[in-house]
């Protein structure tokens, strides 16, 4: 590991060891960064003084994050719709709207919820087809009224 970081050490291009004197500096002061480097290397709790270069482990027939957010883009939107029912109380159906929708506010439930109770049906979000069926789902296993249809128009 010295020779290696002995190496790093920068001369000029015009210097040149003229006595033993010269070679005996430059070794201590080799020693010397060495040292530095090792106590600095092992402060970092590894023992080796260089950092490795992050490897990106995929897994054979998953798609990356990227593919994923390009795939979303293209797929065409489907929206999730409530539909009124007699059963659930007005409060019940904000919490399960909250509860269930990412980022969904109480003031855009409440209203979600009141379209849905004066017209019989209210779009809740507009998404990709996955994540609308998986929405509708867990919006119906906590006994609301939902479906999906595909968003003409786009979003």
């Known amino acids: 590991m010295e020779t290696a970081i002995c190496g790093r050490v920068a001369?000029?291009?015009?210097h040149v060891f003229s006595k033993s004197g010269d070679k005996h500096y430059f070794n201590k002061q080799c020693s010397y960064r060495s040292s530095l480097t090792t106590m600095s290397t092992t402060a970092l709790g590894k023992g080796g003084g260089l950092l490795e270069r992050p490897t990106i482990e995929t897994t054979p027939g998953r798609e990356s994050e990227f593919d994923v957010r390009k795939s979303r883009k293209m797929a065409p939107p489907y929206r999730v719709m409530l539909h009124n029912d007699n059963f659930n109380k007005r409060e019940y159906v904000v919490q399960v709207l909250m509860k269930v929708i990412p980022g969904m506010t109480l003031d855009n439930a409440v209203n979600i919820m009141q379209e849905a109770h004066y017209n019989g049906l209210s779009v809740v979000i507009i998404c990709t087809q996955a994540?609308?069926?998986d929405h509708c789902m867990q919006l119906r296993g906590n006994g609301l009224l939902s479906s999906?249809?595909?968003?003409?128009g786009g979003c």
């Open 131 to 133: 994540d609308a069926e």
């Open 148 to 152: 999906i249809e595909p968003a003409s």
């Open 11 to 14: 001369l000029s291009p015009h």
